[in-house]
């Protein structure tokens, strides 16, 4: 059965640091999501991305914070200068469409730690 | 008034039992709903889905949906310790947003 993958699964950075989060969605999908968990607290959304462009956010994707779909099977985070707060667990999800059953379907996450 | 409402648990079933959740929403063109489970430290795991007023049964998992009331539970049947997990509602509209708002979850736990 196909599935979203994530890696690395635990990146270790420090504050100020530039990371790059990396996801490969299903491979029939359209839209990509990301979304993070802080310990202990409820997933977020961050961000969708649908024909190469972003077509949601929220108000925590500010300046820092970027995706990309680099070629036609990775899509990345990018977290340019990276703060003790950004510390939680991403995930990727991807979804096949805009239609009312548009399931999503998360990776397994990449936690990150920032020191 | 909170998107996504949920008891946040633990809610505490022996095995065997049935484990009823329930979660209300705020937004009233959600058209889709969806329930997840997420195992400590895991992923949130997709269980159900229910787009119709009514129930929908899938194996052990039944869904239920009023969107009257704005309310949608998951009955779990026959509770197994495997299934000690916090189950996450997440309401859904198709027009203008693709996003995922999710609750706090409930916390399942199923004693042996």
């Known amino acids: 059965e196909p599935e979203v993958t994530q890696t690395p699964s635990h990146q270790v950075t420090q504050m100020g640091q530039e990371v790059i989060l990396r996801c490969v969605p299903i491979s029939n999908h359209l839209y990509f999501y990301w979304y993070r968990q802080i310990l202990g607290q409820k997933v977020e959304f961050l961000v969708s991305?649908?024909?190469?462009?972003?077509?949601?956010k929220s108000e925590i994707f500010d300046d820092q914070f970027s995706v990309e779909r680099p070629d036609g099977s990775n899509f990345t985070l990018k977290i340019r200068s990276t703060k003790l707060e950004d510390s939680a667990m991403y995930f990727c999800a991807s979804s096949p469409g805009t239609s009312v059953r548009n399931e999503q379907f998360f990776g397994p996450g990449t936690r990150l730690t920032v020191l | 008034q909170k998107e996504v409402e949920q008891n946040s648990g633990p809610l505490s079933v022996p095995e065997g039992a049935i484990a009823s959740l329930n979660c209300t929403y705020s937004d009233r063109v959600s058209q889709s709903f969806f329930w997840y489970r997420q195992y400590s430290g895991k992923s949130p795991e997709l269980i159900m889905s229910?787009?119709?007023?009514g129930d929908k049964e899938d194996g052990r998992f039944t869904a239920q949906l009023n969107k009257a009331s704005q309310y949608v539970s998951l009955l779990i049947r026959d509770s197994q310790p495997s299934d000690s997990a916090t189950y996450l509602c997440a309401p859904y509209r198709e027009t203008g947003f693709q996003k995922l708002v999710f609750g706090t979850g409930t916390r399942l736990l199923v004693s042996p």
């Open positions: 229910i787009y119709s007023n």
């Open positions: 991305f649908y024909n190469n462009e972003i077509s949601e």
